[in-house]
C-alpha cells in the first residue's frame, strides 16, 4: 500500500523520464545521444492575439507535422517532443537516419501545409519556418540540452532567416548539415535552389542554407543581410 502523503497544492509533479530514457538513453549507449533534429514556428503567431484562432494554428501545426512523419516513415511515437507554444522541437531517435529529416519530410511538411492553406480562411492560414540539423543531445528529466539544441534555435530565430521566409515552408539547413548531406549524397530538397545565408544570432555566426518553394523578394533578403551582420554594399557616387 503506497502510504507517501499526495503533493501538496502548487507543488510541480513529479518528473516523468520515460519519454527521455526511450528515445535518448537507450540500453546500449552513453548518453549525449547524436540525433538528428528539427525546430518548426508558425509565422505571426502572436500578431493574431485571438486564443481561439492561436489554438486552431497550434492543432493544425501538430496535425500536419503528425501526418508528414508518418508519410516519411518517422515514427511520432519515438521522437522526442517539446512543445514551443508557437513552435515544436523534434528530436529523430538515434536510430532514424538523419536524411529523412530533409527528404522525405519536408516534401510532406509542404503538401501539408498546402492542403490545410486551399481551405483556410485568410486569418487561418499557416505559414511555418523550420530548422534542421544534427549533434549530440543531453537528456535530463525537464527535457533536453547541448550546443547543437542551441544552434537548431539560433537559425530559427535569426533576423535574417525571419525575413527572408515569404512561402508557405521556409528551411533553413545547418552547415554541418548541409556538408554532411553533400558528402553523402543524402536527399537535399531542390539542393540547385539552396542558398547560403550568413547568420548571426547572439554568439553564433555560421553560414547556412536556405530553401522554400518561392524565392524571397530581393528588397527583404537584402535588409536581413545587413542586420546579421554583412556589409551594406558601397552606395554608387553620385554625380555631380
Known amino acids: 500500500m503506497n502510504t507517501a502523503p499526495p503533493p501538496a ?118 505559414r511555418l519556418r523550420m530548422a534542421v540539423h544534427a549533434g549530440f543531445v543531453y537528456a535530463d528529466p525537464y527535457g533536453v540540452t547541448g550546443t547543437a539544441v542551441n544552434h537548431l534555435f539560433r537559425l530559427l530565430e535569426a533576423p535574417a532567416f525571419k525575413a527572408a521566409a515569404t512561402g508557405d515552408l521556409a528551411l533553413i539547413v545547418s552547415g554541418y548539415l548541409y556538408e554532411e548531406a553533400a558528402v553523402h549524397r543524402l536527399g537535399l530538397p531542390g539542393p540547385d535552389r539552396l542558398t547560403p545565408l550568413t547568420i548571426t544570432s547572439k554568439e553564433t555566426r555560421t553560414v547556412a542554407w536556405t530553401w522554400q518553394p518561392t524565392g524571397p523578394r530581393p528588397d527583404r533578403l537584402a535588409r536581413a543581410l545587413q542586420q546579421d551582420g554583412r556589409p551594406p554594399r558601397r552606395q554608387r557616387r553620385q554625380r555631380r
Open 9 to 126: 497544492f502548487g507543488d510541480p509533479p513529479p518528473p516523468d523520464l520515460t519519454q527521455h530514457a526511450a528515445v535518448l538513453r537507450p540500453p546500449a549507449r552513453q548518453w549525449p545521444v547524436h540525433c538528428g533534429m528539427i525546430a518548426l514556428d508558425i509565422t505571426g503567431f502572436a500578431r493574431r492575439a485571438d486564443p481561439h484562432l492561436q489554438l486552431h494554428l497550434r492543432q493544425a501545426l501538430y496535425r500536419i507535422t503528425h501526418e508528414a512523419c508518418r508519410s516519411a516513415g518517422l515514427d511520432w511515437d519515438a521522437c522526442h517532443r517539446e512543445d514551443r507554444g508557437d513552435g515544436l522541437l523534434l528530436i529523430a531517435p538515434p536510430a532514424a537516419g538523419v536524411h529523412i529529416l530533409l527528404h522525405p519530410l519536408v516534401g510532406h511538411l509542404l503538401a501539408g501545409l498546402r492542403a490545410h492553406n486551399k481551405v483556410a480562411g485568410r486569418s487561418a492560414r499557416l
